[in-house]
C-alpha cells in the first residue's frame, strides 16, 4: 500500500528544538507542514508464507483478486472454470466445469466450502459452477501429497474460502451480466465478528417467458451465507450456509396434463468453534488450538417426465462431525483429529437411457477416521511433514493406515526442492461413466462387500524458485498407482445387485510446470504447462488410455490493469482425449414367439453399433482464445464497472466428440463442436 503522509516535523538532518530554543523554534513553526517521501508497505503474500512455514507440495493458494484475472465465462466469474487454468487440472470439454486432477477420474475430488463437503458444485449440466464469485475470498486446492488431515478421494482437495468483511457498515457488490444477477452483501459484526450474503439467479426464463410461455423453462440460484464472530475467553465460532438448486419445470398448456421436469440441487449447512490457548505446557508447545466443526451435505435430483414413463432420482444425506487439536512451537507442529461420518445414498430409474445408469441403489455408509500429523523444522534448511491416516468403514468390516510424508529443503532462501508419498483411500463414488464426453451429474453410491475401497499411492518431486517477491516458477513430476479402482458396467443387469461396477488398475504420471507473476503493478498472470500420460486395464486384462488421457495442456492467463480500464486474456492449447470410434453398425430384428418368426416393422428393428478398442483414437488438438475488458468510474461513491468479455475470438472449430452413421454410403461422420465465438457483456457496482 503507497501512504503519502504529512506531517509538522523538522527537516530532513535537523534535531528537534525544545520550545524554549527562542528564534530557532519559531523559525521552525513557520516552516509549516513538511510532505514526506511516499512510503511503501507491502505483506508478505499468503503463497509466500506458505512457501517459507509448510512443504507446501503441489498446493495451489489463489485469490478472489487472482481468479478474476481469467476473462470472464459467459460473463460470469467462475471458480471453477478459473481453476481449470492451473497446472495440473484439466476439463474434457467446454461443457464440464468438472476437473480431472492428475490424470484422475472426476469422481476423485474432494470439494470443500470451509472445510464442509459439498457432492455436486455444478449447474446446468456441468457447465457452471455453484460458488458465486463475491462470496469467495481465496482458494486452496492441493492437487496431490495432501497430508493425514484430508481423506476419502484419490486426486486432489479442493476447500473454497468464504469471504470475511471486516469493514464498518454494509458493504456489497451487485451484478448483471448476460446469465444472472448478482448481490452480495457483508460487513463487521459487531466487535471481532464479520458477515456475508450473497445470492444469484439466471433470468433467462423470465425473458423468454415474456414472449413464449414455457419457451426457456429452466433457471438456477444460489444462495451463500457466512458469519464469524469472536468470543470471550478465546473462543471463535463461524457458520456457512449454502443452497443451490437448478429447476427445469414444464406447465403444459392443457389442465389435464401433469407438469414434468428436472430438479437437483446442493445445500451445505456447517458450524466451527475454536479455541486458542495461549497458556500450555511447555512440553505442547507455545500455543493450543482447539477445533471442532459439524455440518450437513445434501444433493437431491428428482427427474419426472411423461408422466412418470421415466422417473430418475439420485439423493446424498450426509451428516459429519470433525475435530483437531493443533499445538504449535516454533520448531515443530503436533495435530491429532478425528471424522465422523453418515451417508444414505439412493439412487433409482425406472427405464435405461443414454447418460443414465440403468440401476437402482439404496445404500448407508458410515466411516470413522482419525489422524495424526507432525510438522518439524529439523533445520533451517529442511521442514518435514509425516502423518498417518486411519480409515475404517465398519459396515463392511475394511479399513485403512494410510502413510502421508513429504519434505521441503531450502538449497537458499528463495529456492526449494520438493518430494512427497502417500498413500490415499475413498469410498465414495459417482456411477457416471467417465467415457461419456458429457457428465451432466455424478450420482453417488458406496463401497459394500462386493466394491471395496480405492487406494492410490502417490509420488511427487519438484522445485520451486521465487525469482523476485513477486514471481514465482514451480516444477513438479509425479507417479500415481491406483489399485482397485471401479468403473460402471455399461451391460450390469438392472434387477440384479452386485454388477454395477467392473475392477479396474492403472497409473498416471506426468509433470507440471507453472510461472506466476502476482499483481505488484499493471500485470498479473500466469503460465501453466501439464504433461499427463494415463493408462487403465480393464477387468478382461486390456489395456487401455482412459478419456481423461490428456498429453498436453497449456493455459496463458495475463491482465493488465491501467487507471480506468483492464485487459484480460486467455488462451489454451490441448491435445486431444481418447474417444471410442465406431466402426459400423447394422439394425438387429426382433424374434417374435408368438408366430415363431422375425419381425419386418420398422418400429421394432434396433440399431447396434460396432465399436473400434476402446479409445483407441484422438480427438484433433483444440485451440481457444479468450478476451475481456473492464472499465471503472466512482460516482457518488460507487465503483461502477461494465464489461465485455468474447470466448474463442477467432471461432475455432474445436471438437468435443463424432457422430458416426454407417447407413449411408459412403459412411459419414459428423464432428460435434465445442463452444463457437460467443461475446458477452455485464455490469458491476460495488460500494
Known amino acids: 500500500?503507497?501512504?503519502?503522509?504529512?506531517?509538522?516535523?523538522?527537516?530532513?538532518?535537523?534535531?528537534?528544538?525544545?520550545?524554549?530554543?527562542?528564534?530557532?523554534?519559531?523559525?521552525?513553526?513557520?516552516?509549516?507542514?513538511?510532505?514526506?517521501?511516499?512510503?511503501?508497505?507491502?505483506?508478505?503474500?499468503?503463497?509466500?508464507?506458505?512457501?517459507?512455514?509448510?512443504?507446501?507440495?503441489?498446493?495451489?493458494?489463489?485469490?478472489?483478486?487472482?481468479?478474476?484475472?481469467?476473462?470472464?465465462?459467459?460473463?460470469?466469474?467462475?471458480?471453477?472454470?478459473?481453476?481449470?487454468?492451473?497446472?495440473?487440472?484439466?476439463?474434457?470439454?467446454?461443457?464440464?466445469?468438472?476437473?480431472?486432477?492428475?490424470?484422475?477420474?472426476?469422481?476423485?475430488?474432494?470439494?470443500?466450502?470451509?472445510?464442509?463437503?459439498?457432492?455436486?458444485?455444478?449447474?446446468f449440466g456441468g457447465l457452471f459452477g455453484t460458488f458465486i464469485e463475491p462470496a469467495v475470498s481465496r482458494v486452496d486446492m492441493m492437487t496431490g501429497g495432501f497430508p493425514a488431515p484430508f481423506g476419502g478421494r484419490l486426486s486432489s482437495v479442493l476447500n473454497v474460502r468464504s469471504a470475511e468483511d471486516a469493514r464498518s457498515g454494509v458493504h456489497g457488490t451487485?451484478?448483471?451480466?448476460?446469465?444472472?444477477?448478482?448481490?452480495?452483501?457483508?460487513g463487521a459484526l459487531g466487535s471481532g465478528g464479520t458477515w456475508s450474503l450473497a445470492g444469484r439467479r439466471t433470468y433467462a426464463d423470465q425473458i423468454?417467458?415474456?414472449?413464449?410461455?414455457?419457451?426457456?423453462?429452466?433457471?438456477?440460484?444460489?444462495?451463500h451465507g457466512h458469519v464469524a464472530h469472536s468470543l470471550p475467553w478465546g473462543f471463535r465460532i463461524a457458520g456457512t450456509i449454502y443452497g443451490g438448486n437448478d429447476l427445469l419445470h414444464y406447465e403444459p398448456e392443457n389442465s389435464g396434463e401433469q407438469s414434468q421436469g428436472i430438479m437437483w440441487g446442493n445445500h451445505v449447512l456447517g458450524g466451527t468453534l475454536s479455541k486458542v490457548f495461549a497458556t500450555v505446557p511447555v512440553t505442547l508447545g507455545d500455543s493450543l488450538v482447539a477445533e471442532q466443526r459439524v455440518s450437513q451435505s445434501l444433493f437431491d435430483m428428482a427427474t419426472h417426465i411423461?408422466?412418470?414413463?421415466?422417473?430418475?432420482?439420485?439423493?446424498?444425506?450426509?451428516?459429519?462431525?470433525?475435530?483437531?487439536?493443533?499445538?504449535?512451537?516454533a520448531s515443530h507442529t503436533h495435530s491429532i483429529g478425528y471424522e465422523?461420518?453418515?451417508?444414505?445414498?439412493?439412487?433409482?430409474?425406472?427405464?435405461?437411457?443414454?447418460?443414465?445408469?440403468?440401476?437402482?441403489?439404496?445404500?448407508?455408509?458410515?466411516?470413522?477416521?482419525?489422524?495424526?500429523?507432525?510438522?518439524?523444522?529439523?533445520?533451517?534448511?529442511?521442514?518435514?511433514?509425516?502423518?498417518?491416516?486411519?480409515?475404517?468403514?465398519?459396515?463392511?468390516?475394511?479399513?485403512a493406515i494410510l502413510p502421508r510424508f513429504s519434505l521441503k529443503y531450502f538449497v537458499n532462501e528463495n529456492f526449494a526442492l520438493t518430494a512427497a508419498v502417500g498413500q490415499y483411500a475413498q469410498w465414495i463414488r459417482s456411477l457416471a461413466r467417465e467415457d461419456i464426453p458429457l457428465r451432466p451429474v455424478d450420482y453417488w453410491v458406496g463401497s459394500d462387500?462386493?466394491?471395496?475401497?480405492?487406494?492410490?499411492?502417490?509420488?511427487?518431486?519438484?522445485?520451486?524458485?521465487?525469482?523476485?517477491?513477486?514471481?514465482?516458477?514451480?516444477?513438479?513430476?509425479?507417479?500415481?498407482r491406483y489399485s482397485r479402482l471401479i468403473e460402471p458396467n455399461p451391460f450390469d443387469d438392472p434387477l440384479r445387485t452386485g454388477d454395477e461396477f467392473l475392477p479396474v488398475q492403472g497409473w498416471s504420471t506426468g509433470a507440471d510446470v507453472m510461472i506466476r507473476q502476482f499483481e505488484s503493478g499493471r500485470f498479473g498472470g500466469w503460465l501453466a504447462y501439464t504433461y499427463t500420460l494415463n493408462s487403465r486395464t480393464d477387468a478382461l486384462g486390456n489395456r487401455f488410455f482412459p478419456s481423461q488421457d490428456r498429453r498436453h495442456d497449456l493455459n496463458l492467463v495475463g491482465s493488465w490493469r491501467f487507471p480506468r480500464y483492464t485487459l484480460a486474456a486467455r488462451f489454451n492449447l490441448a491435445s486431444g482425449t481418447p474417444y471410442t470410434a465406431i466402426v459400423g453398425q447394422f439394425q438387429r430384428i426382433r424374434y417374435i414367439p408368438y408366430n415363431s418368426g422375425y419381425t419386418s416393422e420398422?418400429?421394432?428393428?434396433?440399431?447396434?453399433?460396432?465399436?473400434g478398442p476402446r479409445n483407441g483414437e484422438r480427438l484433433p488438438m483444440s485451440q481457444r482464445l479468450d478476451v475481456s475488458a473492464t472499465t471503472n468510474f466512482r460516482p457518488w461513491g460507487l465503483a461502477v464497472t461494465p464489461y465485455v468479455s468474447v470466448m474463442n475470438v477467432y471461432n475455432a472449430h474445436n471438437v468435443f466428440g463424432y457422430v458416426f452413421d454407417y447407413a449411408k454410403a459412403p459412411p459419414t461422420r459428423i464432428s460435434l463442436p465445442q463452444f463457437p465465438v460467443f461475446p458477452t457483456f455485464g455490469l458491476s457496482l460495488s460500494w
Do not use: C
Open 1 to 123: 500500500m503507497v501512504a503519502a503522509l504529512i506531517a509538522a516535523v523538522p527537516a530532513a538532518g535537523q534535531r528537534p528544538t525544545a520550545p524554549d530554543s527562542g528564534k530557532k523554534a519559531d523559525s521552525l513553526s513557520r516552516r509549516g507542514p513538511v510532505m514526506l517521501p511516499a512510503v511503501r508497505s507491502d505483506t508478505t503474500r499468503i503463497e509466500r508464507r506458505l512457501f517459507e512455514s509448510k512443504p507446501n507440495v503441489s498446493n495451489l493458494s489463489i485469490s478472489a483478486r487472482d481468479l478474476g484475472s481469467a476473462p470472464r465465462f459467459f460473463a460470469e466469474a467462475d471458480v471453477l472454470r478459473s481453476l481449470q487454468l492451473m497446472p495440473g487440472v484439466e476439463a474434457r470439454n467446454d461443457y464440464s466445469a468438472g476437473m480431472n486432477v492428475r490424470g484422475g477420474e472426476a469422481d476423485q475430488n474432494l470439494v470443500l466450502l470451509d472445510g464442509y463437503p459439498i457432492y455436486n458444485p455444478f449447474h
Open 174 to 186: 451487485t451484478e448483471v451480466s448476460l446469465i444472472a444477477s448478482t448481490l452480495a452483501l457483508g
Open 208 to 223: 423468454v417467458n415474456l414472449v413464449h410461455r414455457n419457451g426457456f423453462p429452466y433457471h438456477f440460484a444460489d444462495v
Open 306 to 329: 411423461d408422466d412418470g414413463g421415466f422417473t430418475l432420482t439420485s439423493k446424498v444425506r450426509e451428516v459429519r462431525a470433525a475435530g483437531s487439536l493443533t499445538a504449535y512451537s
Open 340 to 399: 465422523l461420518a453418515g451417508q444414505r445414498l439412493d439412487y433409482s430409474v425406472n427405464y435405461p437411457v443414454p447418460l443414465f445408469p440403468s440401476d437402482s441403489v439404496s445404500q448407508s455408509e458410515r466411516s470413522i477416521s482419525a489422524y495424526v500429523d507432525e510438522l518439524w523444522h529439523v533445520t533451517p534448511s529442511l521442514l518435514i511433514e509425516t502423518g498417518l491416516r486411519y480409515d475404517d468403514l465398519p459396515a463392511t468390516h475394511e479399513r
Open 449 to 480: 462387500s462386493l466394491t471395496p475401497m480405492s487406494k492410490a499411492w502417490h509420488y511427487i518431486v519438484g522445485m520451486e524458485r521465487w525469482v523476485t517477491p513477486s514471481r514465482v516458477f514451480r516444477v513438479e513430476t509425479f507417479y500415481k
Open 602 to 611: 420398422s418400429r421394432l428393428p434396433e440399431l447396434q453399433f460396432l465399436t
